[in-house]
């Protein structure tokens, strides 16, 4: 079972950036597509970006596209997301987790606020 922990989160002003980190252990992190995702107050939660077992392609949601980069270190186990440019509606709960197919139980998050 693979134990998920997001960390790195903060409150920023808008403009400002944001490095959030993922680690997992216990399971078979290295050889899953990993992927972050958010949950805004009050909303389902929804994909962010992809990237595959080797970071060798990457996806974004069209509303970080430009901004936001997702890398992974399958060494360490561990899969970023660094976030530039933020905007308060990128305030939200931020997870990462396997995609298409989601390890279980889903990590607590990282709360990410982004004031204007």
């Known amino acids: 079972q693979v134990q998920l922990v997001e960390s790195g989160g903060g409150s920023v002003q808008a403009g400002g950036s944001l490095r959030l980190s993922c680690t997992g252990s216990g399971g078979t992190f290295s050889r899953s597509d990993m992927a972050w995702f958010h949950r805004a107050p009050g909303l389902e939660r929804e994909f962010v970006a992809v990237?595959?077992?080797?970071?060798?392609?990457?996806n974004y949601a069209d509303f970080v596209k430009g901004r936001f980069i997702i890398s992974r270190d399958n060494a360490k186990d561990m899969v970023y997301l660094q976030m530039n440019n933020l905007k308060p509606e990128d305030t939200a709960v931020y997870y990462c987790n396997a995609h298409p197919r989601p390890f279980t139980p889903w990590g607590q998050g990282t709360q990410v606020t982004v004031y204007s």
């Open positions: 990237t595959t077992r080797r970071d060798i392609s990457r």
